[in-house]
């Protein structure tokens, strides 16, 4: 992996993760799409047919797998809460790349979004009281940090580009 994508839903880890993958001519990789792969069905059935516990475990599992490969990884909001993910996280050498934002950033950008009922569910308060629980584990695996409020999803591409792979 050259980066891997941490932060809250609706921070823009997939939209970024494409966009930064093609500009580096390199696969992205999604941990949920990894994980629906793995069990054969959406994540919402996963979580209905057999729990979180099962879920996680294949979060865990895909993400494993996920730092041996190649190309750029994003991952669920809650991956890293988990604190075997959370060491796997924090002790890779790849660089993880947290894409901060705002609670009200969050609930304009998935208000129409059908795919992320939790967001409706949960309203502002709850987001806030969910990502203010989140920030610390957010910011303890990263190795630097990018408020995508106020960006395009090219803007933060050029941040994480400007700020990573310079080395390259």
């Known amino acids: ?26 696969p992205y990789h999604d941990l949920d799409d990894m994980v629906i792969e793995k069990a054969g069905k959406p994540i919402k059935q996963i ?24 190309g750029i990884l994003g991952t669920g ?27 009200e950033t ?9 795919d992320r009922p939790l967001a409706k569910q949960l309203g502002l308060d709850g987001l806030v009281d969910l990502k203010g629980q989140r920030d610390a584990r957010y910011e303890q695996v990263s190795d630097f940090r990018v408020a995508t409020d106020e960006l395009t999803p090219n803007e933060v591409v050029e941040t994480i580009n400007k700020n990573l792979f310079i080395k390259m």
């Open 47 to 70: 979580f209905a047919e057999d729990g979180e516990t099962v879920f996680r475990q294949l979060e865990h599992e895909a993400l494993e797998e996920a730092l041996n490969g190649e």
């Open 1 to 26: 992996m050259k980066a891997i994508l941490v932060g809250f839903m609706g921070s823009g880890k997939t939209t970024v993760g494409h966009l930064l993958a093609k500009k580096l001519n390199i």
């Open 106 to 114: 969050i609930m304009s950008r998935l208000k129409n979004n059908q």
């Open 77 to 103: 909001g809650g991956t890293p809460i988990q604190d075997v993910n959370f060491e796997m996280l924090k002790d890779s050498e790849v660089p993880v790349v947290l894409l901060d934002v705002m609670p």
